[in-house]
């Protein structure tokens, strides 16, 4: 059985976890908002009977682990059981140690907003670095695994799912409204930072210099050139075009090294959200995500 877990990784999945817990106690549980997945139907039952959010949620999830580890894998298996049971322990912890920031319970917004944006972040981050909380966020990394869906939004469609639920359990339609600005924005947030770590621009070049820009850009950067045949339409001229993939802070230096060359070669930029292979997932001096 082989099983690589990282130190970084679990490090990640326990700063999310800090990030959401904190983010679900003092936001959503002090200012009575509920949430979506499972901690929202944990919160539920805190509202209706003061049941534990961090008991609820750890119990909810036990059954999911078995989802986790048929699909998922080994490591991620154990990725998961890192987040929900440190989610779980953090929820605990910040019930017995709430903070109290006094805002306007009859203002909502502001609070509706804090909540997604601390959710939103710590679950993307946990998720990112391969774990998740347990509940839908074990639906979501699998769709994403055989289906490629984006799992913000695959968490969102849940947790609409259990605003419903909100509304009916308890029939305030103002704590429900405010409850979906807190899942959308976090929905958002989770596809933010899903991307962010991948976000890189790819660059199309046609130059007469076209090798010796290739070989710059192959020695200066470091980085991949691929030649793709092209034929210009007007002139009929048939001229190899160069593609490559930067991280955003290298875009600068790009284009310097290519007008050094030729002042006048044709450069189009592409927005990149995912690098997989040598020069980024691949060599860890190179990682898009330190950019």
């Not at 409204?177 to 899942?183: E, G, K, R, S």
């Not at 989770?190 to 070989?215: F, K, P």
């Not at 210009?232 to 875009?251: D, T």
Request: with cysteine; aromatic share 12%.
């Amino acid at each position: 059985m082989n099983i690589k877990l990282k130190i970084s990784n679990i490090f990640m999945i326990l700063l999310g976890s800090i990030i959401f817990s904190f983010g679900i106690i003092n936001f959503n549980m002090a200012y009575h908002l509920t949430e979506g997945g499972f901690t929202g139907i944990a919160l539920i039952l805190y509202h209706l009977f003061g049941l534990s959010p961090a008991l609820m949620n750890l119990i909810f999830n036990i059954p999911l682990f078995i989802i986790g580890y048929r699909f998922l894998g080994r490591t991620s298996f154990l990725y998961t059981l890192i987040g929900s049971l440190s989610a779980s322990f953090f929820l605990f912890v910040f019930e017995l140690f709430p903070v109290n920031f006094a805002l306007n319970k009859e203002d909502l917004f502001l609070v509706a907003l804090l909540a997604g944006v601390m959710i939103g972040l710590g679950l993307g981050i946990i998720l990112r670095a391969g774990g998740t909380t347990g509940g839908v966020d074990i639906f979501a990394r699998v769709t994403k695994k055989y289906f490629n869906w984006p799992m913000g939004r695959v968490i969102f469609i849940f947790d609409c799912i259990v605003l419903v639920i909100t509304y009916l359990a308890l029939g305030d339609i103002r704590i429900t409204l405010y409850t979906f600005i807190c899942v959308y924005v976090g929905g958002k947030i989770i596809d933010i930072v899903q991307d962010a770590g991948y976000t890189a621009r790819g660059a199309l070049i046609i130059s007469e210099h076209y090798q010796t820009i290739g070989d710059e850009i192959n020695t200066v950067l470091e980085r991949g050139v691929t030649q793709i045949a092209a034929r210009g339409h007007y002139s009929s001229v048939n001229r190899p075009m160069l593609y490559c993939v930067v991280p955003k802070n290298e875009i600068t230096r790009l284009r310097q090294l290519i007008h050094a060359i030729d002042p006048h070669a044709f450069i189009s930029m592409l927005e990149v959200h995912e690098v997989h292979g040598e020069g980024f997932t691949l060599d860890e001096n190179k990682q898009l995500i330190e950019s």
